[in-house]
C-alpha cells in the first residue's frame, strides 16, 4: 500500500475520532488536517491550503454578510414577525408557523442565524399563548435545518457542490435542491405538528387547565428555583445590621445571595451592593435553607415558613424575571460571570444558569459559560433594551420593537440581497463572486460597516470549511476514495443502482450523527462521486443523496450546532432528540429516497 495512502488514512481517522470525541473544537481539528496533510507531503503547500481560496469558502463568507446586514435592518425579524402572530394561541398553528418561519429564513441564511433571529419572537408568542416554549424550540431548530435542505446556501451543500467542481462535473444550482427539499420540508413540517409534537416534553393542555397558576411560562418553575428560594428575618442584634449587601459575606461564608428584600410591608427588588441591612428586613434568599441553618450564627436568623414561588414575586413595575441565552457568536463564551463584570455591564443579576439540561445555582459568578447556556435574569426593565441590542446574548422575550440597529435602510438591503439572489441564480457557475458581491454592496451603500461584516463571520464555520475541503483533495489523490468507493460497489453494486444509493445515504446519516455534517460531506463527497463514476450512476444525483442526508441531523443534539442553542432554553435532553429525531429521520429518509429518483434519475 502507498505511503501516502496509509498516511491520508491515519490522519482522517484520528480526525474523525477528534471530531466524535469533542475534545478539540471542530475547526482546532480540520486546520491540523491542513497541516498534518502539508508536513507529511500528501499535498504540496498550494494544496495543502487551496481550501481557503475555494468558492465554497467564499460563499459561505458572504452568506454570513449578507444575513447580518437584513439582521441589522429590522429585515428578518420583521418577517419572523408577521408568521408568528398567524399562529395565534393554538399550539399546533404555532408549532406550524414557527416552523414555516424556521424553514423559510434558513432557504437564505445560516441556519443558526435563522433559529437566533426567531427565538425572541418563538418565546415571546409562546408565552403569550400559555404553551410551554419546549414545545416550540425543538421544532424551530429542526425546521431551519429541513430548510436548509431545499437551498445551495447550506455548508454541507456548498461543500458537496465544491466536491463536483473538483472533479470536473456541472455543480448545483441555487434552485437545484428545492424539487427533492420541498417535500422534505412539508413531510416534516406535517409529521411533527400532528404527531412528533406528542413526545415532546412540557405540559399537557389539560394539566395547564386544572393548574393554571403554574404555567408552562413561569420562569421560577421552569429553573425548579423555587426549590432554592426561603425568607430569613434579620433579628436584633444580627451582625447583618448597618451593612452593605457588598459586605454581608452571605455569598462567601454561607453559600446563599439576596434576591429580594421585604421593609415594613414593602418589596425592595432593585438591590444593588450599596444597599443597607436593617433589623427586621425580611431577606428573600436563594440558597440550600438546610444547610445555611447549619451555619447560623448568633443571634440566629428567624426563618419563615415556605411558600410556592412564582416569576410575579420577584417582580414589580420597575423589576422584570427573564430568559437570555448566550448567541452562537458570544464573546461570554468560556468566560465565568465574574470575567465578564455581568453585573456592571448589563445592571442584572443572574438567578440561574441552564446548563446541558441542568440548573446551576451555586457559585454562578465562577462557573464557565458555554455554548447554548440558558441564564435567569433579574433586573430592572429599563436594563432589558440594553440585553436586546448586546450581540452577545439573545434576550428570550417578544419585545414590541425590533432592534434595528441600521434604520431606515431595510428595504435597500432586501433589494440588494434579492439582486444578489436573482444573478446567482442565473450564473451559476459564478455563485461564490456574485455572493461576495453581493455582501461588498452591503458594506459600500453603507448598510453595514466593515467592522460589523467582519464581526458577523462564523469563522469557526469558515476554518472547519477550508480545512477539511484539502481532506477531500488528499482522499482523490491517493486513491482512498477510490479503493472505498471500489469496496462498496463490490459488496453493494450487485444489487443495483437504487441498493447502492441506499447504502451510501445511509452511511453518511450515521456519519452524521457523530461529525459535522460539513465534515461527512467532505468525507463522503469524494467516494460518492467515484462510485457513481464506478456504477455508471448520474453523479450529481448521488451527490444530492448525501447532501440530504448530511442535513439529517436530528437524532442527537450533537448532529448541528443549531440542536445546541435550543437545548437549555427548550430543557431538553438527549432522550428528547431521540424520540422525535429518531422516528422523523426515518420517515425523511423515505420521502428522499423516494421522490430523489424520480426527480433526478440514477
Same mark, same amino acid.
Given at each position: ?11 482522517? $481517522? ?10 478539540? +473544537? ?14 507529511? #507531503? =500528501? ?33 428578518t425579524d420583521q418577517v419572523g414577525k408577521i408568521l408568528l402572530r398567524v399562529g395565534g394561541r393554538s399550539e399546533l398553528m404555532l408549532i406550524v408557523t414557527v416552523m414555516l418561519a424556521g424553514a423559510f429564513l434558513s432557504l437564505f441564511m445560516n441556519n443558526i442565524a435563522a433559529a437566533a433571529v426567531l427565538l425572541p419572537a418563538a418565546s415571546g408568542a409562546a408565552k403569550r399563548a400559555g404553551v410551554n416554549t419546549s414545545r416550540l424550540l425543538m421544532p424551530l431548530a429542526f425546521s431551519t435545518i429541513l430548510g436548509g435542505m431545499a437551498t445551495l446556501f447550506t455548508t454541507s ?41 406528542? !413526545? ?13 397558576? /403554574? $404555567? ?7 429553573? &425548579? ?12 442584634? !444580627? ?23 421585604? /421593609? ?41 415558613? $415556605? ?21 452562537? /457568536? ?10 465578564? &463584570? ?12 441552564? &446548563? ?23 433586573? +430592572?426593565?429599563?436594563?432589558?433594551? =440594553? ?14 420593537? !425590533? ?32 455572493? %461576495? ?5 452591503? =458594506?459600500?451603500? /453603507? ?53 447502492? =444509493? ?78 422525535? #429525531?429518531?422516528?422523523?429521520?426515518? %420517515? ?15
Open positions: 500500500m502507498d505511503n501516502n495512502l496509509i498516511i491520508t488514512c491515519v490522519i482522517l $481517522g484520528a480526525a474523525v475520532l477528534l471530531f466524535f470525541t469533542g475534545r478539540l +473544537p471542530a475547526d482546532l481539528v480540520a486546520l491540523l488536517v491542513v497541516v498534518a496533510l502539508g508536513l507529511s #507531503g =500528501v499535498l504540496t503547500t498550494q494544496e495543502a491550503f487551496s481550501g481557503f481560496s475555494r468558492s465554497a469558502v467564499i460563499t459561505i463568507i458572504a452568506i454570513f454578510v449578507l444575513t447580518e446586514a437584513l439582521q441589522k435592518t429590522g429585515v451543500n456548498i461543500v458537496l457542490n465544491s466536491v463536483l467542481l473538483d472533479n470536473h462535473i456541472e455543480g448545483f444550482a441555487v434552485t437545484d435542491f428545492l424539487p427533492v427539499g420541498i417535500p422534505v420540508v412539508i413531510a416534516g413540517v406535517c409529521y411533527i405538528a400532528f404527531f412528533g409534537r406528542l !413526545s415532546l416534553p412540557g405540559d399537557s393542555p389539560l394539566e395547564r387547565t386544572q393548574a393554571p397558576d /403554574r $404555567g408552562p411560562s413561569d420562569l421560577l418553575t421552569t429553573y &425548579h428555583l423555587g426549590e432554592k428560594l426561603f425568607k430569613a428575618k434579620v433579628p436584633e442584634k !444580627s451582625f447583618l445590621i448597618g451593612k452593605r449587601v457588598s459586605e454581608s459575606t452571605l455569598r462567601e461564608d454561607f453559600d446563599v445571595s439576596i434576591v429580594a428584600i421585604e /421593609r415594613k410591608g414593602k418589596k425592595i427588588l432593585d438591590l444593588s451592593p450599596q444597599t443597607e441591612l436593617k433589623k427586621g428586613d425580611v431577606l428573600v434568599l436563594e440558597g440550600d435553607e438546610a444547610d445555611f441553618k447549619t451555619r447560623d450564627v448568633e443571634p440566629f436568623m428567624e426563618f419563615l415558613p $415556605g411558600s410556592e414561588w412564582h416569576e410575579k414575586d420577584l417582580e414589580s413595575r420597575s423589576i422584570e424575571v427573564v430568559e437570555s441565552m448566550l448567541s452562537p /457568536r458570544s464573546q461570554l463564551i468560556g468566560k465565568t460571570l465574574r470575567d465578564a &463584570h455581568f453585573r456592571e455591564k448589563y445592571g442584572m443579576s443572574v438567578l440561574a444558569i441552564w &446548563h446541558a439540561g441542568e440548573e446551576i445555582f451555586t457559585d454562578l459568578a465562577e462557573v464557565p459559560l458555554h455554548f447554548g447556556d440558558a441564564l435567569l435574569l433579574q433586573g +430592572p426593565r429599563a436594563k432589558m433594551k =440594553v440585553i436586546a441590542d448586546d450581540p452577545d446574548l439573545i434576550l428570550l422575550m417578544d419585545e414590541d420593537e !425590533s432592534e434595528v440597529t441600521v434604520p431606515g435602510k431595510g428595504r435597500a438591503a432586501l433589494m440588494v440581497f434579492a439582486t444578489t439572489l436573482f444573478v446567482a441564480m442565473m450564473f451559476p457557475d459564478i455563485i461564490g463572486e456574485v455572493m %461576495l458581491g453581493g455582501a461588498l454592496v452591503m =458594506v459600500l451603500v /453603507r448598510i453595514i460597516t466593515t467592522e460589523q461584516a467582519y464581526s458577523a463571520i462564523g469563522w469557526k464555520s469558515v476554518f472547519l470549511v477550508a480545512g477539511m475541503l484539502p481532506m477531500g483533495i488528499a482522499l482523490t489523490k491517493t486513491n482512498a476514495a477510490g479503493l472505498a468507493a471500489g469496496g462498496i460497489f463490490e459488496t453493494f453494486g450487485h444489487f443495483g443502482a437504487f441498493p447502492l =444509493v441506499v447504502a451510501i445515504f445511509v452511511a453518511t446519516v450515521i456519519l452524521t450523527q457523530m461529525v459535522n455534517g460539513a465534515v461527512a460531506a467532505a468525507i463522503i463527497g469524494p467516494v460518492a462521486v467515484s462510485i457513481a463514476q464506478q456504477a455508471n450512476l448520474n453523479p450529481r444525483s448521488v451527490i444530492m443523496a448525501v447532501a440530504m442526508a448530511c442535513s439529517m441531523a436530528f437524532i442527537t443534539p450533537l448532529g448541528h450546532a443549531v440542536n445546541v442553542l435550543v437545548m437549555s432554553p427548550g430543557g431538553y435532553s438527549f432522550r428528547d432528540y431521540v424520540k422525535l #429525531g429518531l422516528p422523523l429521520t426515518v %420517515l425523511l429518509s423515505v420521502v428522499v429516497l423516494v421522490v430523489l429518483p424520480v426527480v433526478w434519475g440514477l
